[in-house]
């Protein structure tokens, strides 16, 4: 019995993670040299809304430093509702921080705002109409950016 439980849970953990897909490269960031991680989201947010926003879905990426230097890789599962993270797909010369980025539509069903999944992640940024917010967990959540 556990083993057919087993099987089923693992088909159906398969089964979802192939239907969300992998994220799509859309296109790469890079920070000027000695910009802040903060200053860099903040700059690059307005872009990865507009493209959202655009072609209603969501986008995200791992922000990759090298010395001074920040850098991500914008990509996309095709949806609005999430998007897959590999926190190892950097820029090339990049090594991953660690720190997430994600945006979120402006559909009426669109979670804007941090989610479980994200608070799974030890730190991330999250972008939306002219918002950039940052959180380190459920209680340190601050806002970078309102415009």
């Not at 999944?117 to 950039?132: E, H, L, Q």
């Given at each position: ?116 999944t ?7 940024y ?8 940052y ?13």
């Amino acid at each position: 019995m556990r083993a057919v439980l087993f099987t089923t849970l693992l088909t159906l953990a398969t089964v979802g993670a192939a239907a969300a897909g992998p994220a799509a490269v859309v296109y790469e960031e890079t920070s000027s040299p000695g910009e802040a991680m903060d200053q860099f989201v903040a700059r690059i947010s307005p872009r990865a809304v507009a493209t959202t926003e655009q072609n209603r879905v969501m986008h995200c990426g791992v922000i990759g430093q090298a010395g001074d230097r920040y850098s991500i890789r914008i990509g996309t599962s095709g949806t609005w509702q999430s998007c897959r993270i590999d926190l190892t797909n950097t820029v090339d010369g990049f090594a991953s921080t660690g720190v997430t980025f994600r945006t979120a539509t402006s559909d009426p069903d669109s979670k804007r705002g941090f989610t479980d999944t994200d608070f799974k992640r030890p730190r991330g940024y999250i972008a939306y109409s002219g918002v950039v917010r940052y959180q380190e967990g459920r209680t340190k959540d601050k806002p970078v950016s309102t415009r």
